[in-house]
């Protein structure tokens, strides 16, 4: 059964382009309520543990120095169905594929640089909020 969590995180590029409040504007105008969130940064170690999952790819270089580049805002949202639901929102992975109204389409500009994480499982998301939060900063 699908749970009513999700995690998310505002990447280097729409951080430093200046979209935190437009994007946190978007998550909350879709009905998105904030359990827990944060401006933090990772470091090398830290997105290489984050994205092990993709440590086989050919882009794994260059995520793991994108993502440890500059500060991100990480966050946990809950709402019904909350991974289906934030991944229709964000859109596609390479914004060229994004649907009209989504952050992605607004915001990324190419695959790898593209603003936004989402989830892409109920038990990813509560991996991924663990690597980030502490029980205590859940609201
Ligand atoms: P996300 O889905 O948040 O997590 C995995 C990330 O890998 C993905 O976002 C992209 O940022 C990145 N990614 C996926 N495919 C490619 C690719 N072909 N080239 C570069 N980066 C990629």
Sequence with gaps: MATNRTFTMIKPDAVEKGHIGGIINMITEAGFRIVSMKLT??????????????????????????MSRGPIVAAILEKDNAVEAFRTLIGATNPADAAEGTIRKKYATS?????VHGSDSDENAAIESAFHFAGREEF
């Design 111 to 115: 695959i790898g640089e593209n603003a």
């Design 41 to 66: 940064q990772l470091t090398v170690a830290d997105a290489q543990k984050f994205y092990a999952v993709h440590s086989e790819r050919p882009f794994y270089g260059e995520l793991v120095e994108f």
